[in-house]
């Protein structure tokens, strides 16, 4: 035997998982409320492989990895994730955690929708008050949830583009930075806020309602559409969110005592 395959064969599957890398699509709300800094330590000192994450909003993630440009894509808008599926993106979805949308907005509270909890009357207030509302823009999962209930509160906030009803198209961090500047609702995950340090004089207004639900799926991409994809690893990392131990890391990471996420993987 030559010494380059004995030294292979003596390698632990450790030392092997140590040499492979993933790329994860997800989105900004995970990434800026920390929790990749505090999670994918631990996956990593388990297993060895290292994960890179591309943090973008949800339907950018989508279309990344529907172009081969990920292994596993980890976001939140659940009807866009299983038509992913559904087209051969990925191989099978899987609930993940949760966590909820808030609306958050100045202490003078212009269009005076502070602790509201029906979301869909809160944006008609705010709507027909002109008072000012930031939003993403981006087809996020966020966005996307805020054009629903846009739409069930039925007001076309379109109707007010550039003038009540300002786009950022950017991230969640940078449109919470801008909203604030410009006095402007927004609406986050909660995750984001507890974590986002320019909070200003900016408080929850809005919280509590059942339609404010933010679902979070992981789905490992397909390798008969993506050959490129590390297989193994992707699912060893899927496998490994959706266990016993993933989902009690999800459960341990918390910002000034509050928990930020709550995993509901299926047992």
């Known amino acids: 035997m030559k010494l380059g395959a004995l030294t292979l064969a003596l390698l632990t599957p450790f030392a092997l998982h140590a040499q492979e890398s993933i790329i994860v699509q997800s989105t ?20 060895g492989i290292t994960v890179n994450v591309v943090a973008v ?27 992913f599926v559904a087209e051969g993106g990925g191989t099978l979805r899987t ?26 009357a809160a944006l008609k207030t705010i709507s027909e008050s002109g ?21 069930a ?7 007010g ?6 786009e950022t198209g950017s991230g969640m961090g940078a449109t919470l930075n801008a909203g604030i500047g ?5 609406m986050t995950d909660r995750a984001t806020w507890i974590n986002f340090g320019n909070k200003q004089d900016y408080t929850i207004a809005v919280q509590g ?35 016993a131990k993933g989902q009690e890391a999800i459960a341990g990471y918390r910002v000034d005592g509050q928990q930020l996420f709550f995993p509901n993987a299926p047992k």
């Open 209 to 243: 309602d059942a339609d404010m639900f933010n679902q979070y799926g992981v789905i490992p991409v397909n390798p008969a559409k993506c050959p490129n994809v590390n297989v193994d690893a992707a699912q060893s990392f899927a496998d490994w969110l959706i266990s």
């Open 28 to 47: 900004t709300s995970t990434a800026n409320s920390g929790l990749y800094d505090y999670l994918l330590p631990i996956f990593t000192e388990e297993t």
């Open 161 to 166: 583009s550039g003038e009540w009803y300002r």
């Open 95 to 120: 609930d993940l955690m949760y966590n909820d949308f808030v609306i958050v907005g100045p202490a003078g509270d212009p269009a005076g929708v502070g602790g509201m909890t029906d979301v869909e």
């Open 182 to 186: 410009m006095g402007a609702y927004v």
């Open 131 to 151: 008072a000012i509302f930031a939003s993403r823009g981006d087809d996020s999962g966020t966005h996307k949830k805020e054009v629903a209930l846009w739409n």
């Open 153 to 159: 509160a039925g007001v076309d906030p379109k109707a």
């Open 57 to 83: 909003g949800t339907g950018q993630a989508i279309k990344n990895a529907a172009n081969c440009d990920g292994d596993v894509l980890l976001v939140h808008a659940k009807p866009a994730e299983e038509k």
